[in-house]
């Protein structure tokens, strides 16, 4: 079946240092690919997401790419700050509409 | 517009005991969903539907029964709460047209649950 794997946390890391947190998948099809993001207490908001491949998608300076040749979908951030810290998922959904999630990466960023 | 609600924000249960969680969204979305979050496991989706009156099961539907009369609403029931049903409960909405299956799924605050 389908899934996603993401690399473990937790990610720490100094203000303004890049980030990458790896995610790749396994799938059938051609599934969309997205992150979110899920602050402290809260439920889980869109960061970015990507529809078939060699899409781009970005936001808030963070950017990731939707690479079918290796199933991965990596997420970046040149410069993070602290507001920044939070957990990110990386999660896919194919055409029978389930959304399979990652077990997610906490990030704490110091100032 | 509110979004997506959940109801309660806290529950304790002792095993064996049943309720049911509640779920509305205001955006007449038609594709509407339950997760549960566990440490270390990320979310895992119980059931799903596309549609009033339609439904279909996730990774870990058992112990779990969901209906969909309305657009709006989507119960989700646990009949004999048992202590690994402890969790975080998110209910989440998205429309179904557009981008279909890449369409941005909107989540609620989430339900505490603690079964004893």
């Known amino acids: 079946g389908n899934s996603v794997t993401q690399m473990e946390g937790p990610v720490t890391l100094s203000e303004e240092a890049f980030l990458t947190i790896n995610c790749t998948y396994t799938?059938?099809?051609?599934?969309?690919l997205f992150w979110y993001v899920q602050y402290p207490g809260e439920g889980l908001q869109l960061l970015l997401k990507?529809?078939?491949?060699?899409d781009k998608g970005s936001n808030k300076g963070f950017e990731a790419t939707y690479r079918k040749e290796t199933t991965s979908f990596h997420l970046e951030k040149g410069s993070v700050q602290v507001s920044d810290s939070a957990v990110y998922f990386c999660?896919?959904?194919?055409?029978?509409?389930?959304?399979?999630f990652g077990s997610g990466t906490r990030l704490l960023v110091r100032p | 517009n509110a979004g997506v609600t959940q109801t309660p924000k806290f529950q304790v249960l002792k095993t064996g005991q049943s309720m049911t969680l509640q779920c509305a969204q205001d955006?007449?979305?038609?594709?509407m969903s339950w997760y549960r979050q566990d440490p270390g496991m990320g979310l895992r989706l119980i059931h799903y539907?596309?549609?009033?009156?339609?439904?279909d099961q996730g990774e870990v539907p058992n112990g779990y029964n969901v209906s969909r009369s309305t657009t709006e609403d989507f119960p989700l029931r646990l009949l004999s709460a048992a202590p690994s049903q402890t969790s975080v409960y998110f209910c989440?909405?998205?429309?179904?047209?557009?981008?279909?299956?890449?369409?941005?799924?909107?989540f609620g605050p989430g339900t505490r649950l603690t079964v004893l």
């Open positions: 989440a909405s998205s429309p179904l047209g557009g981008q279909g299956a890449g369409n941005e799924q909107f």
């Open positions: 799938a059938t099809g051609y599934p969309s």
């Open positions: 990507a529809t078939k491949a060699d």
């Open positions: 999660a896919l959904m194919d055409s029978s509409y389930k959304l399979i």
């Open positions: 955006m007449n979305h038609e594709y």
């Open positions: 539907s596309v549609g009033a009156g339609i439904t």
